[in-house]
Each structure stands twice: as structure tokens, then as C-alpha cells.
């Protein structure tokens, strides 16, 4: 049950990240050069810190520390 507590983590903050970069990418459609590159940088960082998670999330599934 732990496991599937941890696969749901994981798919959990694929879907967060997936919309944000489409959240973004329909935000940015319309916005101005401006504001163009702080949301392409937030959406770098948040799909980074999402893999980092599930990665991190994803190691403890096989290698426990136990």
C-alpha cells in the first residue's frame, strides 16, 4: 500500500506539471514578449522540480533504506 501511496505521489506531480506547461503555454499565447520569458522559466523550474520529486520518490520505491 506504501508503494501505491508513492505511485500516486509520483503520477500526482506529472499531472501538476503537465498542466502548468499547458496553463502557461495558453497564457503565453496571448501575453507580450515581456512576460514571455518568466513564465517559460517557471515552467523550466517546475517541471524540473517535479522529475527531481518523482525521481527522488521513484528511488525510494526500489532501493529502500531499510
Same mark, same amino acid.
Given at each position: #500500500?506504501?508503494?501505491?501511496? $508513492? #505511485? =500516486?505521489?509520483? @503520477?500526482?506531480? @506529472?499531472?501538476? /506539471?503537465?498542466?502548468?506547461?499547458?496553463? @502557461?503555454?495558453?497564457?503565453? &499565447?496571448? /501575453? =507580450? +514578449? *515581456? *512576460?514571455? $520569458?518568466?513564465?517559460? $522559466? #517557471? =515552467? @523550466?523550474?517546475? !517541471?524540473?522540480? /517535479? $522529475?527531481?520529486?518523482?525521481?527522488? !520518490? &521513484?528511488? +525510494?520505491?526500489?532501493?529502500?533504506?531499510?
Amino acid at each position: #500500500m506504501g508503494e501505491n501511496a $508513492l #505511485m =500516486t505521489k509520483i @503520477v500526482i506531480s @506529472v499531472v501538476i /506539471a503537465f498542466a502548468f506547461l499547458v496553463w @502557461v503555454l495558453l497564457t503565453d &499565447y496571448e /501575453a =507580450t +514578449r *515581456t *512576460t514571455q $520569458l518568466p513564465l517559460m $522559466l #517557471m =515552467t @523550466v523550474v517546475a !517541471i524540473g522540480v /517535479a $522529475l527531481f520529486n518523482g525521481a527522488l !520518490i &521513484y528511488n +525510494r520505491i526500489n532501493k529502500p533504506n531499510k
